[in-house]
């Protein structure tokens, strides 16, 4: 565009300087010809002009338009950056909160603290139920596998944790394919934090009354989880203490 107009300024230029020189050299009678050329000149002199402007204005607009995408670009490039640095890392250990609760035990308390802290961490980061274990797959192989995923475990004990099943003639604790049994034992194996969370007058068993593969559980610091109205402050000083152990 800007090309056009520079040729057609040119070419006014040269259609000037015609008329004039004939004026000065010509005949008389030429002279009214020579006029109207040098109108006709001046009228392409100013369409050059226009011609020229509107140019430069289409070539600042186009620059502008130019930073804008570079300016999204980047910011669409700074959002997926922690995607592709994901995707780089597929072995990094996962930031997830384990709940180990027996339901006969202590169902109704462990919604509740799965709530809060599936409201804070994000459901995504919690894992709670067994029951999505698929069919005709080894539940020991895929509780360990669910635990090893995780960072912290939750040990939710309530006042019958330790002695379920006693009255059939054989706790639940001594039996090593027992789902919590499976999920503490991981979780000890690995060393990772294990939190006993007391609830309904629940306490942390002595190790005389734990598995061999479930003593150290007796040393493991924890915190009750009380009844309103002093739910909420209990489950804001868990929640502190998860935080401080996935950071």
């Keep these: 565009m800007r090309s056009l107009g520079k ?4 070419i006014s230029a040269q259609g000037l300087f015609v008329p004039i020189t004939l004026a000065q050299t010509g005949p008389e009678p030429a002279q009214t010809g020579s006029g109207l050329i040098v109108v006709l ?9 226009v011609v020229i402007l509107f140019a430069v204005r289409s070539s600042k607009a186009a620059r502008g338009q130019h930073g804008e995408s570079k300016r999204q670009g980047s910011i669409v490039t700074a959002t997926s950056e922690p995607q592709r640095r994901v995707a780089a890392e597929p072995n990094r250990q996962v930031q997830c909160i384990f709940i180990s609760y027996r339901r006969g035990d202590s169902a109704d308390i462990t919604g509740r603290i799965y709530d809060r802290v599936a409201q804070h961490f994000g459901k995504d980061a919690v894992f709670k139920d ?11 192989k895929h509780l360990q596998e669910a635990v090893g995923q995780c960072s912290v475990l939750l040990a939710i004990i309530g ?19 027992d789902h919590l049994r499976i999920e503490i034992e991981t979780a000890l194996r690995r060393d990772i934090p294990v939190i006993p969370v007391l609830v309904q007058g629940g306490v942390i068993p002595e190790a005389d009354y734990l598995p061999d593969s479930l003593k150290s559980l007796a ?14 402050p209990d489950m804001d000083r868990l929640i502190k203490g998860i935080q401080t152990h996935l950071r």
């Design 130 to 140: 067994v029951d999505s274990i698929p069919l005709g797959i080894d539940f020991q």
């Design 219 to 232: 040393y493991r610091n924890g915190l009750s989880v009380r009844p309103d109205p002093d739910f909420h």
């Design 7 to 10: 040729l057609l300024l040119l």
């Design 159 to 177: 006042r019958g944790w330790v002695d379920a099943g006693k009255e059939s003639g054989k706790r639940r604790l001594d039996d090593s394919r």
């Design 41 to 49: 000149g001046l009228a392409v002199v100013v369409l050059a002009a």
